[in-house]
T-cell receptor, first 110, second 117 residues
Framework: TQLLEQSPQFLSIQEGENLTVYCNSS?????LQWYRQEPGEGPVLLVT?????EVKKLKRLTFQFGDARKDSSLHITAAQPGDTGLYLC??????????FGSGTQLTVLP | NAGVTQTPKFQVLKTGQSMTLQCAQD?????MSWYRQDPGMGLRLIHY???????DQGEVPNGYNVSRSTTEDFPLRLLSAAPSQTSVYFC????????????????FGNGTRLTVT
C-alpha cells in the first residue's frame, strides 16, 4: 500500500489547458515536497510546503498544502510542452526519510 | 559543479552476480540515500546514511548492502543479483535531514539502469 497516493497516474492534455494533480495520504506530514523528473534524469525539487493551508506559486504552477497536512495539490495554468514530465510528491514523517508518491506522468501536446 | 555522480549509467547482470553501484557527491552533504524507481511505484528508499560511518535501512533494504567510509561516497552493493532487482537506482544527498521535520531538498544523481537476467 502506497503511503502517498497521487492522481491521476497519467495525464495527457493540449497546450494551453489547465490541470491539477493530487497527492493524498491518511498520515500527517511535517512538510511536503514536489519534484519534477525528466527522462534519463533524477528528480529536481520544485517546492517545499510546510504550513497547513500554505499556498506557493512558481510562475504558472500553484502548490497547496492541505489544512490538516495530509494532502497537497499542484495546479498548472496554461500548460506548455515544457511542463511535460513525471511529477512526484514526497512527504516527511520522520526526520530521516522522505516517502514518495507513485507519480503523475504529464504530457502536454503542442 | 558535479553535484551527485552515479556510475555506471547502465548495467546488465546475470542472476547471482554481484556488483557495486557507485555514488559520489561534492557538496559536503551529511545525508545520502539510495532509492529504486519502478513503474507505478514511485521512489522507494533502500538505505540511507546521516554521516560517515552511520547507515540505516529504508523501506526495501533486503538484498542490498551499503557503507559510508567518507562523506563524499556512498556505494550500494548487490551481493547476489535477482531479477526482482531490475530497476532504476537513484542516489540522492541532502545538506541535512534534520530533526525539525523541515527536510532539506534531496539532490539526485541521474540514475543507474540495472537489468538482471
Amino acid at each position: 500500500t502506497q503511503l502517498l497516493e497521487q492522481s491521476p497516474q497519467f495525464l495527457s492534455i493540449q497546450e494551453g489547458e489547465n490541470l491539477t494533480v493530487y497527492c493524498n495520504s491518511s498520515s500527517v506530514f511535517s512538510s511536503l515536497q514536489w519534484y519534477r523528473q525528466e527522462p534519463g534524469e533524477g528528480p529536481v525539487l520544485l517546492v517545499t510546503v510546510v504550513t497547513g493551508g500554505e499556498v506557493k506559486k512558481l510562475k504558472r504552477l500553484t502548490f497547496q498544502f492541505g489544512d490538516a497536512r495530509k494532502d497537497s495539490s499542484l495546479h498548472i495554468t496554461a500548460a506548455q510542452p515544457g511542463d511535460t514530465g513525471l511529477y512526484l510528491c514526497a512527504g516527511d514523517r520522520s526526520a530521516r526519510q522522505l516517502t514518495f508518491g507513485s507519480g503523475t506522468q504529464l504530457t502536454v501536446l503542442p | 559543479n558535479a553535484g551527485v555522480t552515479q556510475t555506471p549509467k547502465f548495467q546488465v547482470l546475470k542472476t547471482g552476480q554481484s556488483m557495486t553501484l557507485q555514488c559520489a557527491q561534492d557538496m559536503n552533504h551529511e545525508y545520502m540515500s539510495w532509492y529504486r524507481q519502478d513503474p507505478g511505484m514511485g521512489l522507494r528508499l533502500i538505505h540511507y546514511s546521516v554521516g560517515a560511518g552511520i547507515t540505516d535501512q529504508g523501506e526495501v533494504p533486503n538484498g542490498y548492502n551499503v557503507s559510508r567510509s567518507t562523506t563524499e561516497d556512498f556505494p550500494l552493493r548487490l551481493l547476489s543479483a535477482a531479477p526482482s532487482q531490475t530497476s532504476v537506482y537513484f542516489c540522492a544527498s541532502s545538506y541535512s535531514l534534520g530533526y525539525t521535520g523541515r527536510n532539506s531538498p534531496l539532490h539526485f544523481g541521474n540514475g543507474t539502469r540495472l537489468t538482471v537476467t
